[in-house]
């Protein structure tokens, strides 16, 4: 199988990765500063004897400073023929534990991993107890006031389906569109006291768009808004009218949805 380019001396890879994003500066490369991207890149380079210019590497979503992922795929260009099993290998005694490679295999031509995406699934997790919990401060956040997962539940549903979310996301470029389709949008059960974990289902999402939500969520479990509103500030598009932006260590990108 070739690139998309169609030269028969590379293949287009899919690539599963893991990361603790805790002590870089997000996924997407930048100079003179860690980003995933960044060692990623030239960790596959090493590996696969190629450059990193050559990879032209594509994620399937740009996580910002300190946000986690378990299930972020990136697609590359790779000299034909690499052993896969012993790059994987390779790869991760070179990244690991904080960054791990968890599946690489040869993709279909013309596959990229942000456009053939089909969903993405994020959690954010937090912690409500009164005192913080050492062993949960680089991925969960610390809400010390008493959240009503009742509240939270019901605060939740309204973020279901197609909306505008320029209520619930930064700013962007001139011309791009804050419409969003949520597939899924709850609060899943956890066996560890204290710990509370959202999970949206979409298309695709904006900028800050998730911590955004969970910020708001959280103000409706402690009683500071009532869940009904949810609904009237989604639609008044205006980010004056939702909650502060969450923290971005409790952020995982969970998993990325394609065709069979």
């Known amino acids: 199988m070739t690139s998309s380019g169609g030269d028969p001396e590379t293949q287009r890879l899919q690539v599963v990765v893991a990361y603790d994003g805790t002590d870089f500066h997000g996924f997407a490369y930048q100079r003179e500063v860690r980003t995933v991207e960044g060692t990623l890149s030239e960790a596959l380079a090493k590996v696969l004897q190629t450059t990193p210019a050559a990879l032209g590497i594509v994620c399937a979503g740009r996580t910002d400073a300190g946000v986690h992922a378990r299930g972020q795929v990136v697609s590359v260009d790779a000299p034909t023929g690499a052993d896969l099993v012993k790059a994987r290998r390779s790869l991760n005694r070179m990244l690991g534990p904080e960054v791990v490679v968890r599946a690489i295999r040869v993709a279909e031509p013309g596959f990229d991993a942000r456009h053939s995406a089909t969903a993405r699934t994020y959690r954010y997790t937090i912690f409500n107890g009164e005192e913080p919990d050492p062993f949960l401060s680089r991925h969960a956040w610390w809400v010390p006031v008493r959240l009503d997962v009742a ?110």
Do not use: K
Request: charged fraction near 30%; proline fraction near 5%.
């Open 151 to 260: 509240r939270l539940r019901l605060a939740s549903d309204p973020f279901i389906g197609e909306h505008d979310f320029a209520a619930f996301c930064r700013r962007g470029a001139e011309g791009t569109t804050t419409r969003r389709r949520v597939m899924s949008s709850r609060w899943l059960t956890d066996d560890r006291p204290g710990v509370l974990v959202y999970e949206v289902v979409a298309n695709a999402f904006c900028w800050q768009m998730v911590r955004s939500i969970v910020g708001t969520l959280v103000e409706a479990g402690a009683g500071r808004r009532r869940p009904g509103d949810i609904l009237r500030t989604l639609r008044t598009g205006d980010r004056a009218e939702a909650g502060a932006v969450a923290p971005p260590h409790g952020l995982c990108l969970w998993r990325v949805d394609y065709e069979d």
